[in-house]
């Protein structure tokens, strides 16, 4: 099971950009998924999550701003995010709970390989 994120880029100020991230392997179902971003020199945050039933949560900071959603017949994860700010440039990680997969498998906490997103002012 791997995690392919895309959609990052350079962005001005007031702009916006759709992350996406797909979970390719014989998934069966997957459970909490999520958008984690890190900032040169800082940790890594959460930004949003959205469970299998699309309860979502964000970060203060993104509240407002940043959409999270799910297509679970495409495994996928997406993040809409508008009025971008320079604050917001960071690495964007997505990662899922937990999958479990068709041979009857789980497993726990997958990432995927980072996007980075640059919002210049």
């Known amino acids: 099971v791997q995690l392919q994120a895309s959609g990052g880029g350079l962005v001005q100020a007031g702009g916006s950009l759709r992350l996406s991230c797909i979970a390719s392997?014989?998934?069966?179902?997957?459970?909490?998924m999520g958008w984690y971003r890190q900032a040169p020199g800082k940790q890594r945050d959460l930004v949003a999550g959205?469970?299998?039933?699309?309860?979502?949560d964000y970060a203060d900071s993104v509240k407002g701003r940043f959409t999270i959603s799910r297509d679970n017949a495409k495994n996928a994860v997406y993040l809409q995010m508008n009025s971008l700010k320079p604050e917001d440039t960071a690495v964007y990680y997505c990662?899922?709970?937990?999958?479990?997969?068709?041979?009857?498998?789980?497993?726990?906490?997958?990432w995927g390989k980072g996007t980075q997103v640059t919002v210049s002012s």
């Open positions: 959205v469970t299998s039933s699309g309860v979502t």
């Open positions: 392997g014989a998934i069966l179902r997957i459970n909490d």
């Open positions: 990662h899922a709970d937990r999958i479990f997969t068709l041979w009857g498998s789980e497993g726990s906490n997958y």
